[in-house]
């Protein structure tokens, strides 16, 4: 049995300084997709020579993780637990805050002095209760350490993150259940994939746009799903580029303030303590 759309939401434009980003989640119509929480798409853009970079310096994070595809570009990641990487185009980066880290996402000297194309997408996961307090994690990948997959249809190519497909497993082993893949379609794919009834998918349209049992879901757009079937069947009439993940719901209640995400106010208030009590690592310049 097919799943079927529930409803399509369009992502909020919300430009930080001159970064051009789309916010599919949360909007006005949609909090969650339990346990995928938050998407910000920022570009495509051209950077000229000498320009600034990405704008996010030293934040702190707790009790959830975040997923950067960066699809142009790079970003320069560098965190307390003493994790530093340059990610350039087609890779990603998978970090789990967990107890808390501090964490700065530049552009690399490189990119700040020559400029050229950005397009990156970030999206944040829910941790469950029982792994609030994990110790962080990070792990970046070039596009070279991911596994494509050539689909079915022989013209669809599938960049596995996490989670298994055929007899291929992704190189990032999630504490949840979380499957996550980037799907780059061609005029004509038409592709299905197996979700058990009980995930919820997570789907939004980077580029192009797809049908979905005759229903098109454009470019900057984000389907939600009913579970009421274990196959999803994708096509493309033109070139087209999509994050597509699943994962089992954790059905906790979640408060989320600024870069905390917890299960009671409690808990948010003492991440504020722990972070100012120097408790998410030192920072230094």
Known sequence: MFRTIKRIHSAVYRPIDDLITYSPLPTPTLDQIDPFIFLNHHGPQIYPAHNHGLPFGPHPHRGMETVTFILQGDIAHRDSSGHQSVITSGGIQWMTAGSGLIHAETSSERFLEDGGPMEILQLWLNLPAKYKMTPPFYKGLQEADIPVIVARDEITRIQLISGSLDSTTGPITPLTD???????????????????????????????HILIRGQIIPKLH??????????????????????????????????????????????????YQDYHAGKFGSWTQ
């Open 178 to 208: 979380v499957f996550m893949s980037i799907i780059h379609l061609a005029s004509g794919s038409d592709i299905q994939l197996s979700v058990p009834d009980e995930k919820n998918i997570f789907l939004y349209v980077v580029h192009g």
């Open 222 to 271: 984000l389907a939600e799903f009913n579970n009421d079937g274990h196959e999803l069947n994708i096509k493309s009439d033109q070139s087209a580029l999509i994050l597509c993940g699943h994962a089992t719901p954790f059905n906790e209640p979640k408060v989320a303030r600024g870069p905390f995400v917890m299960n009671t106010e409690q808990e948010i208030y003492q991440a």
